[in-house]
Each structure stands twice: as C-alpha cells, then as structure tokens.
C-alpha cells in the first residue's frame, strides 16, 4: 500500500493497523506458535542459520502459492553524502545477472510459469519478493541464495543502470508534482538525520558511482547476518528449513555494519518553501515530528490520523471537502518508521482557492483535538477504518509476509505486532488529546506548497 509516494512496508501494518490480526490469523492458519496473552496462533517458525541469516517461516495450504521475500536492512538511511542511491541501485542490479542466470534470466523462467517478481526500497530496508506457484519454491532458493553470494557487478551493468535510473527519476520525480512536494518537504523537515535525502538519491552521487562503492556496499549489506527470509504459504516447514539450509548455510556472514545515524536536532521555527509550477490549482503538504514506530505514542497518532482524515466521515473531509467545499483531496498519516518520522499531511485544493484558507480549517481542527478530545463514537470509527484497512492489506500471502518483514525490521520480532491488539484497544480521549497537544506545534512544523506560475 502507498500513500504520500512512501511504500508503506514500513511499521503500518505493524504499528498502524495490526490490533486486529489476532482474529484473522486464529481464521487462516493452523496452530502452533502461540502468543498467549491474546490467544493469537499462527504455524510460524523462526530460525538462524549459522551465518547470521533469519528465517520466517509461515505455513498454509489454502492456496498453491508462495510469497518468498527477501529483506536486508538497508536503506537510504544507511547512505552517505557522495553515495546516496546506491541502496536503490541495487534494487535494479539484483536483477542483472549472476553465477547460475544470465541478466533477465530470472524474470524469463520464474515470470513463464506464473511467477510475479519485483523489489522496493524505503528509507529503512530493501525487498525483493516473489509469489510463486509452489512448485517453484526451490528454483527461487536457488536463484536467491546465488544473487546473495554471486551477483554479478562490473562498469556495463552499473552504466547501463545509471542511464535506468536517470531516466526514473525524470519520469517518476522531476516529473511528477506529488513527489517534487515529499522531496522538498523532507529535505525541508530534516537537517542532520539523513531521512531528508531521497530513497533515489541525488544524481550527482549516482552519475559518479564507482564499481568499488557498489562492491563495498554489496559485501557489507546483502549478506546472511544482515538478511531475513520471509516464506508464507504452500510448503511444509522442517523440509523447507532444511532446503534453505543446504542452499544457503555455505554463505559467508560476515558482522552487520556498525552506522553513525547522526539524531535530528529539536526544530523550533515553522518552515516554509513555496515551489511554483504549471499547475492549476493550489496544493500542500505539511509535516509535524513524530517519534519512531517503537514509541508508545504511535498507537495514539494512529487513531489520531485516521480520526482525522480516513474516509469521508473523518473530520478533514468532513470540513474541507463536504461543508467548506475547499478542497479536492485530502489526507493524512503518522509515518512512523525506525528513527523518528513525521505526521504527514496532504491537500489538493480547488481551482482559484489559496492554500491559507485550508491551512485555517486545519488548525481549527487540530485545535479543537487540543482543547476537547474526540469521542468514544469517532474511537469506534476508527477501530473500524483501522480493521478494514488490515484485512484488505494482509488477506494475501503477500501482505501477511509484509507484515511478518516489517516487525523483524523494526522490532526484531515477527510476533510482537500481537501485542497492538491490547494497546490500541485502550487508545483513550485523553490519549489522543495529548498527542495532538505534544506534537501538533507550529514550531515542529514545515510546509511545502505548490502554486501556479504567475501568466
């Protein structure tokens, strides 16, 4: 799922929407591990091979299908001035070619029989992913475990990616409005702490990559003790465990890299950019500091979020769009990844109408949070949004894998998330109330808006 131009891979299902997958998972699996303050029973197993690598493993047989994931934790977050992108560079040149398969070799066999195959990068850690017919499961260990240890890397598939690259940002980025908007506001929103460099990166780094930085990077990231495997689906789980084993128990794993994230100082000034272009109406985007996902308050600004903008019964929609008739779209979320992020939001206003008058409603809204709290009817509102929302994401193998992914991730443990459930359950008023007071300050807010070129 993605809002605001951000793969929501990140702690969404886990910290935004998860209270409600202990009744789906009691449905769809079979028991054997079990969290036993909530009763949640899921055939899961989690294993380390001796090389560092994790390995989550879900059974189910209800359809013939597996979602095979490959996670390393690695991200833009991870990335240097004079190196941004190089995470994203290898979400193209893991499909390049290695020891066993020529470039576009994997597509071709995996892709003839049925195979969906693709990859992402966040800010935190990078995918790639396969939803294959069961019959293929050892072909895709075999595939994985090769591009792990023999991919291969030389000046024509690292030139030939460049020019890739460059041409995706100019139609995806510098084409795009929306994303011109989420660059400048986290370039904007963030000083220090590199969540403001883009997940693409700055093509001055990118253009004058070098082989030898790929090969560091690659040596020091995509590694056993710096991966997890994520397997859902059709398949049995000791022989599985036992066939990820002979494939990749002879990979070397060598120490995870020690990174100096440098931590954003305190903002204390509202920040504001105006971008002119050749558009027709007026839009923005704010932000507001948030903690990470592990904090606590995460859970509030959840309910916060979906109290004020999911769906047409939200406040926001409810005012700017249905009685204000202001704006066109819009919407809000509280990112919250493994270092700090940000209460986004998100306006489109209508033909002629200055973004002021929107940013007004806004405040008042948050405002009224501030001095009256929600009710306990809009808190059943939310429960409800929140239950839709992660039923429709993880009913698949792919987005349950998701989920697992994202928890060992963030928290190091796939069955964590089974905790939400009680705490979102006592998400209060007064909870969302004091969020909404603690983080909804002018002065931790910056804001981007788009406005038409003048004739």
């Known amino acids: 799922m993605k809002r605001f131009g951000f793969q929501l891979s990140r702690f969404f299902f886990a910290s935004l929407l998860s209270w409600m997958i ?5 449905v769809l699996f ?11 029973q899921l055939n899961l197993e989690k294993k380390t091979l001796s090389n560092g690598l994790t390995v989550i493993l879900v059974e189910d047989h209800t359809m013939p299908l597996v979602s095979f994931q490959t996670w390393f934790k690695v991200g833009s977050v991870n990335e240097k001035l004079g190196s941004t992108g190089v995470s994203h560079m290898f979400e193209h040149l893991m499909f390049q070619g290695i020891k066993k398969y020529p470039a576009q070799e994997i597509f071709k066999q995996l892709e003839a029989q049925g195979a969906e195959v693709s990859a992402f990068t966040n800010r935190d850690y990078s995918v790639f992913y396969h939803l294959i017919p069961s019959g293929l499961l050892e072909k895709v260990v075999d595939i994985e475990s090769d591009r792990m240890s023999h991919l291969i890397l030389n000046e024509e598939v690292l030139n030939k990616e460049k020019l890739i690259i460059f041409e995706e940002r100019r139609l995806r980025g510098e ?142 929609q409810k005012r700017l769009i249905q009685e204000k008739n202001l704006a066109l779209s819009i919407s809000g979320i509280a990112f919250t990844p493994s270092y700090p992020g940000l209460f986004l939001i998100s306006c489109t206003l209508k033909s002629k109408l200055s973004s002021a008058l929107a940013e007004a409603e806004l405040d008042r809204l948050i405002s009224e949070v501030q ?30 894998g ?50 038409p070129k003048s004739p």
């Open 175 to 316: 084409s795009s409005y929306d994303s011109q908007l989420q660059e400048a506001l986290w370039q904007l929103a963030y000083r220090r702490h590199p969540y403001y460099q883009p997940v693409v990166g700055y093509p001055a780094d990118w253009i004058s990559m070098t082989l030898s930085q790929l090969q560091k990077h690659f040596k020091s990231y995509y590694q056993p003790r710096n991966a997890t495997l994520v397997l859902v689906g059709d398949f049995k789980l000791a022989p599985t465990f036992k066939l990820i084993q002979r494939y990749y128990g002879e990979i070397p794993g060598r120490p995870r890299p020690k990174d100096e994230i440098p931590e954003e100082p305190e903002q204390n000034e509202e920040r504001r950019l105006i971008i002119r272009e050749r558009v027709i109406s007026e839009r923005f985007v704010q932000a507001y500091h948030i903690p990470s996902a592990q904090h606590d308050d995460a859970y509030a600004l959840d309910v916060l979020a979906t109290l004020l903008f999911e769906g047409k019964g939200s406040r926001a």
């Open 402 to 451: 998701q989920l697992m992914g994202t928890v060992q991730m963030i928290l190091g443990d796939p069955m964590k998330f089974s905790k939400d459930l009680k705490k979102y359950a006592q998400v209060k008023s007064q909870d969302v109330q004091r969020v909404a007071q603690k983080y909804f300050d002018p002065n931790h807010r910056s804001i981007v808006i788009l406005m």
């Open 22 to 26: 202990a009744i789906f998972s009691c």
């Open 371 to 400: 001095d009256h709290g929600v009710s306990e009817e809009e808190l059943q509102f939310a429960a409800r949004q929140l239950t839709f929302l992660l039923l429709d994401g993880v009913r698949s193998y792919y987005g349950l």
């Open 30 to 40: 079979s028991c054997q591990k079990t969290n036993d303050s909530l009763g949640i």
